[in-house]
């Protein structure tokens, strides 16, 4: 299916709630849509006939220099087709509701996107520090990061 | 009697299974919460070889980083390569020559069979079987001659560059690598022979941490370890990238000839095929390859237009996908890398439960993991 | 009497009580005796954490044998007295290292192996989780360059270490 469709698909079941298509410079394109709807439309592209996305490729955080954003690549095998979800964040506590539940790859992605962003997975069932120590202080792939002058006596 | 016995009260222990292991492929680490021998839970603990390479990425340019893709998964380093390369040419619509690109192809084939080379040869040494891994290195020293005749480097090689290759294929390299080819085919069917079937090893894979397709699918595995549970999807076929729609080769998947489909020996049998597929297709690609030019026209400092691509590569642990954003400057605004065995590792947690303490080197070994892709 | 071993036979009968010229004697200092076998059976710990790592299994295995050099791999630190240190150390795996180093017992040494074990590598500009250099933590004693060096490279390495035990005094000197 090509995207228009896809977009036209999700538009007529959730209305606002999907903001627009990014098409153009994008591949895959990209349907944006509100952060609080995530796991409704994850749930629907999963399980609706037509589109039947059963495979979340990538998962990744994204800093735009004036707001967060979280990126979904989502595939589906029956079908073969590809789409991209993208969701915008403010700066100051950025979260969303969890997509674990739908696709069980998400956590460790989950996971890594909170570890490097700070970005909160809302009902995730485990949401902790992967890559960085466990008393690690700040979020490294931000933007405006600070690298640290010495973590536990060792020069950074 | 036996009322008495499961009547005992007995107490879990917590067993570190440490960053320095020898059967942990790297410095995973493994939590093992365990009543007797049964592990009750397994929580691995990542993150012990964290080097921040998506943030080195944003501070260098596209033809800087090709160095880092290289000690991403440093057994597949010329797929890796070719991935980067390959992204950022669908980012900025490069159009690589015709025998560059099946360079590119015949490279990655051969690391291929050096990748799974080192997952037999490590997998059956955890098993205890010492002996095979020799044979295993025998033959990818081999490799390593041939890599080291095309581009100096038998490990971390920096040859595939962005709009091509780095240089031309040297003197009698495609006959080396034909003679190769014809010493290596008959010891597939040998390592067979030698281990593949041995009644004790078969006993230790078969049954073990089975995987269903629909959890496989779920959890995002890929590769091999997704091919291994009956599922046949193979980047290479289903979305052919490069040259692989020239090439004639077979999908394989896991049969559960030996005990339940998806488990350890399947994953297992799944890599020795793979490595015969690879040869016909390095074959094929020998008798193929065209003349011509080498290395597209490049800018010294190469500015891609500003887009976001996703491309994904199958490599041998799986589908290696590079995720970039670009700002039209010198270096990347944003470059996320999807490691195969990242993604894989999120399903160890539910598929050790009621193994035995052996059968968890089992599982890590049969999922091909390697930590510097999990950690980046 | 011309003692040229090429041409000699057998040499002549020795009568009882007196050493012929096939007895095999050593004449030395208690230091050479204890440095040769110290120096002849270096078993080396498994800790690869990269790509160095690799290159250190190749060198212990078919072609680059080190076991002709006596040195076997071993899993744990209390059977080991070297430690190469093949690959990248972060902050989080630094604290591991020392142990494993106060794990060893003595006379211990350690080999660092690799651009990122000597001085942190191609990570030093921009990472900010990588120990520029595990000399940071523990003591090394023979440095390998490379990324990755060659297993010639690391049996360079262990022929120049086995030369600095041959110079150890394991007594102490006269006041």
């Known amino acids: 299916m090509e995207p228009k469709e896809i ?13 627009e298509l990014q ?60 789409i991209g979800v993208k969701t915008y964040l ?22 890594e996107a909170f570890d490097l962003y700070g970005i909160v997975f809302e009902g995730s069932w485990d949401l902790r520090r992967i890559l960085l120590p466990e008393d690690w202080e700040g979020h490294p792939l931000r933007k405006d990061y600070k690298y640290p002058e010495f973590y536990n006596g060792i020069k950074v | 009697m036996k009322a008495r016995a499961e009547a005992l009260p007995t107490q879990e222990m917590l067993i570190n299974m440490g960053p320095q292991h020898p059967s942990t492929h790297g410095v995973l680490r493994v939590i093992l919460r ?18 921040a390479l998506e943030k080195i990425g944003e ?42 690109e099946y360079i590119r192809v015949i490279v990655s084939e051969l690391n291929r069979i050096a990748s799974h080379l080192i997952a037999f040869g490590s997998f059956t040494a955890d098993m205890g079987a010492f002996t095979p891994f020799l044979y295993a290195i025998r033959e990818r020293e081999r490799i390593n001659d041939l890599f080291e005749d095309i581009c100096g480097n038998r490990l971390t090689y920096n040859y595939v560059r ?121 074959r094929q690609a020998i008798e193929q390859i065209p003349e011509g030019p080498v290395m597209a026209k ?37 470059l996320k890398i999807r490691a195969p065995s990242f993604v894989t590792m999120g399903i160890f947690e539910k598929i050790t439960k009621g193994l035995m303490i052996a059968d968890v080197v089992a599982v890590i070994g049969s999922f091909d993991i390697i930590l510097p892709e999990i950690d980046r | 009497m011309s003692q040229d071993p090429a041409q000699s036979g057998p040499g002549p009968a020795a009568g009882p009580g007196s050493l012929g010229p096939e007895a095999h004697v050593m004449v030395g200092n208690a230091d050479k005796f204890i440095n040769w076998c110290r120096r002849s059976s270096l078993w080396y710990l498994l800790f690869a954490t990269a790509c160095c790592g690799i290159e250190l299994m190749q060198a212990g295995a078919s072609r680059y044998d080190l076991d002709r050099f006596g040195a076997i791999f071993r899993a744990t630190p209390r059977q080991s007295d070297l430690m190469i240190v093949a690959g990248t150390i972060t902050h989080k795996m630094a604290s591991r290292v020392i142990r494993l180093y106060e794990q060893m017992p003595e006379p211990k040494y350690v080999i660092s192996m690799g651009s990122c074990a000597n001085t942190g590598g191609p990570f030093y500009k921009d990472s900010y ?8 933590l523990i003591p090394v004693d023979v440095y390998v360059p490379g990324c990755p060096p060659r297993p010639e490279a690391l049996i360079d390495g262990i022929i120049k270490l086995q030369k600095i035990i041959d110079q150890k005094r394991n007594f102490a000197a006269k006041a």
């Open chain 2, 298 to 334: 490049v800018p010294r400092m190469f500015k891609p237009p500003v887009g976001e691509v996703y491309f994904r590569a199958e490599n041998p642990r799986g589908e290696t996908g590079i995720y970039l954003i670009s700002d039209g400057t010198v270096n990347p605004y944003r």
């Open chain 1, 90 to 111: 403010p700066r100051e506590a950025p979260s969303l509701p969890s997509v674990d539940m739908v696709w069980p790859a998400a956590n460790f992605q989950e996971r």
């Open chain 2, 34 to 51: 365990t009543d007797g021998e049964v592990v009750v839970n397994a929580r691995p603990d990542v993150g012990y070889l964290h080097r």
């Open chain 2, 162 to 282: 962005i709009g091509g290759v780095s240089a031309d294929l040297p003197d009698r390299f495609l006959e080396k690598t034909k003679e190769f080819l014809d010493y290596f085919e008959p010891k597939v069917p040998e390592y067979n022979n030698l281990i593949s079937y041995n009644k004790i090893f078969v006993h230790r894979l078969a049954n073990v941490a089975a995987v269903t397709p629909e959890d496989a699918v779920g959890y995002g595995l890929t590769g091999p370890n997704l091919r291994g549970s009956g599922v046949p999807f193979d980047l290479r076929k289903n979305e052919p990238y490069s040259v692989y729609p020239e090439f004639d080769f077979d999908v394989c998947v896991g049969t559960g000839e030996r005990g339940t489909l998806g488990d350890c020996f399947d994953r297992y049998m799944v890599r020795i095929n793979e490595m015969k597929e690879s040869v016909r297709i390095v």
């Open chain 3, 129 to 136: 989780c990588v120990v520029k250099g595990v000399d940071l």
């Open chain 2, 59 to 100: 501070r260098v340019t596209y033809a800087q980083y090709m160095p880092f893709t290289d000690r991403l998964d440093y057994l597949a380093a010329m797929n890796c390569n070719a991935a980067w390369a390959w992204t950022v040419e669908k980012l900025a619509g490069i159009e690589v020559p015709e025998r560059a």
């Open chain 1, 23 to 82: 098409e153009e410079g994008f591949r895959p394109a990209f349907v944006v849509v509100s952060p609080e709807s995530v796991r409704e439309i994850a749930l629907f592209l999963r399980d609706d006939p037509a589109l039947k996305f059963d495979s979340l490729m990538c998962l990744s955080g994204v800093d735009y220099k004036d707001r967060f954003a979280v990126t979904y690549h989502l595939h589906s095998l029956s079908v073969g087709h590809q």
């Open chain 1, 7 to 19: 977009f036209e698909k999700v538009t007529e079941k959730f209305g606002g709630k999907a903001v």
